[in-house]
């Protein structure tokens, strides 16, 4: 069964750290001339370059007038102030930003970003009107285990935590397991069914009324358009968060048009 009608699905590529301002535009024209006005009325596209290729990415589509959005990969959990290197939500939003990757797992393991920041950087993107997308996700030893939906939902309470239901109701939730990253091992459609699921089933309890219902859920890891189909045809998927496969634009329209490909 297919995602509910009400939830718009979300194609977002993150490009990780490839492709500087010019290869950013390169990709976004190559993207841009592929795609019609049909598959953005059927799904929301997304891209999500490196800091330095945003204000390209910015120029081109607001020149252009095109349908793709973008986004960061990361956000500063502060304001503004003495943080160098860092970057504010409010900087994000003055691009035009309308998303913001938070608590990717490469910033967990690489960067030491455990829940309490990943909470604070999903405040800090909804304090500028950013959509966060959530990254949740559990290793192989966990998956092993037999503890992956226990983890995850660790994470999907620290990270929502002290998050109205008015403010949660705009996060976007991105399930990647750790071990299909980048490593060409997709989830099965039934393993990231019972994870989206769970997620879904623990935003019942946390919030009232319809938020599960309203709330986005991606799968991410190793998508690609021979496997897209059929993860797109779990109910409780709603998109996908594309890694490598977001870098070829073929691929990734491809991706974007999941309903002619084959399940
Ligand atoms: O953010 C995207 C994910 O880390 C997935 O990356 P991947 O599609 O290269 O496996």
Known sequence: MAAAPSRKPLMAGNWKMNNNHLEAIALVQKMAFALKEA??????????????????????????KLGIAYGAQDVSQHASGAYTGEISGAMLAKLGCTYAVVGHSERRQYHHEDDAIVNAKVKAALAAELTPILCV??????????????????????????????????????YEPVWAIGTGEVA??????????AIRARLAELYDGDLAGK?????????????????????????????????????????????????
Do not use: W
């Not at 929301?44 to 800091?51: I, L, S």
């Not at 797109?232 to 002619?260: N, T, W």
């Open 39 to 64: 598959d953005y009325d059927a799904v929301d596209v997304a891209v999500v370059p490196p800091f330095t290729a945003i204000r390209s990415v910015q120029t081109l589509v607001d020149a252009d």
């Open 137 to 174: 996700g559990e290793g192989l030893d966990v998956r092993k285990a037999g503890e992956h939906v226990a983890h995850v939902l660790a994470q999907v309470d620290g990270g929502l935590e002290k998050i109205p239901a008015e403010q949660a109701e705009k996060v976007v939730i991105a």
């Open 188 to 197: 099965t459609p039934r393993d990231a069914q019972e994870v989206c699921a």
């Open 215 to 263: 709330v986005r859920i991606l799968y991410g890891g190793s998508v690609k358009g021979s496997n897209v189909a059929k993860l797109m045809q779990e109910a409780d998927v709603d998109g996908a968060l594309v890694g490598g496969a977001s870098l070829d634009p073929g691929e990734f329209v491809k991706i974007c048009r999941y309903r002619d490909l084959p399940a």
